[in-house]
């Protein structure tokens, strides 16, 4: 179209190669030609993409407002906290006391259909760890008619049946390793990790809504959404602070005692359960418990796939 000479057609002009891949409506690109199609990287995962993707029945979008911010740490601080339950009540109390206030009418606020996170004490969930890093948490949601997706309900029931249409309202964050997120507490968003330095990391935010969704449905979810994740929402603050304080405290030369990711451990087994064989995934490992154990060890899949990923990477440069 601009009508360039036909020397210009056949120079690379520098530019690198990306392997390309796309599942329903997410797109994929590697720099390095050396991974796996698209379909062998994802594998099981696909079923957690599907449960995002079929709330509307031509897909989603992502809602016009993308936010970027950085922090003052490595990567793989994100990577942990989406598939962490365990911070939510050490780091997000002020938005649970909020939630409480509104709750007893001590709140003018008639904008937002607030999550109670308080309830998930007492509702079964559990983890799943798949290959290659990818990982989720689960569980049943008793306020899904809190959801913006909530107001099409019957819809989906219709398209996807009541199981699937369950699960979609559920209570889920999925890492797909290793830089994309799709948290699913409060609202639906998409985060993408792209890592400055090991100690620098920029985030892009996204709120995704049902193409087509009804204003109302639309409404819930652009309100809830502004509330907890939003760069300026009661979450996101206190996470971004979380990464830079374990940051400054993985400096420490020596340690007397360190928790650790044993939390859940005697709820962890090999392959799938029954809350996921009603998902229809089969993980490596997960656990199936009270969501209130929040389980660590969910880590595991993360940082199995990180440590193959570092020795295959020394193996090709004949460093190990």
Not at 23 to 46: I, M, N, T
Not at 175 to 197: G, H, K
Request: hydrophobic residues 35%; proline residues 4%.
């Amino acid at each position: 179209a601009g009508c360039y000479a036909e020397p210009f057609s056949k120079l690379d002009h520098n530019l690198k190669k990306v392997k390309f891949g796309q599942y329903r409506g997410f797109l994929f690109a590697s720099l390095s030609q050396d991974v796996p199609p698209l379909d062998e990287h994802l594998g099981d995962a696909k079923k957690m993409l599907d449960l995002v993707w079929d709330q509307g029945p031509d897909g989603i979008e992502a809602i016009p407002g993308v936010s970027s911010y950085t922090y003052n740490a490595n990567w793989k601080m994100q990577v942990e906290n989406c598939i962490d339950a365990y911070h939510l009540t050490s780091c997000h109390p002020s938005f649970m006391n909020i939630v409480s206030r509104r709750q007893a009418g001590e709140s003018r606020n008639t904008q937002v259909k607030s999550i109670d996170f308080n309830v998930m004490d007492v509702v079964k969930g559990g983890t799943a760890c798949f290959p290659r890093g990818h990982a989720v948490i689960y569980a049943t949601n008793p306020l899904e008619n809190e959801r913006g997706m909530f107001v099409h309900k019957d819809e989906a029931v219709a398209r996807c049946g009541e199981t699937k249409t369950k699960w979609m309202l559920a209570t889920r964050n999925l890492t797909i390793y290793p830089n994309v997120q799709f948290a699913e507490n409060a609202s639906l968003q998409m985060r993408v990790i792209r890592p400055l330095s090991v100690d620098k990391t920029e985030m892009t935010i996204y709120c995704l809504g049902a193409k087509g969704e009804s204003d109302a449905a639309r409404e819930i979810r652009i309100r809830q959404y502004e509330d907890f994740f939003n760069t300026s929402g009661l979450a996101t603050p206190d996470d971004t602070i979380a990464y830079e304080d374990c940051q400054f405290g993985f400096q420490a030369k020596t340690l007397d005692w360190l928790q650790g990711t044993a939390r859940g451990i005697t709820g962890y087994h090999t392959g799938p359960d029954a809350l996921s064989s009603e998902i229809g995934i089969e993980p490596d490992s997960g656990f199936m418990g009270a969501m209130g154990a929040w389980d660590e060890t969910v880590y595991y899949g993360g940082y199995r796939a990180w440590k193959q990923f570092i020795k295959d990477g020394l193996e090709a440069d004949g460093l190990l």
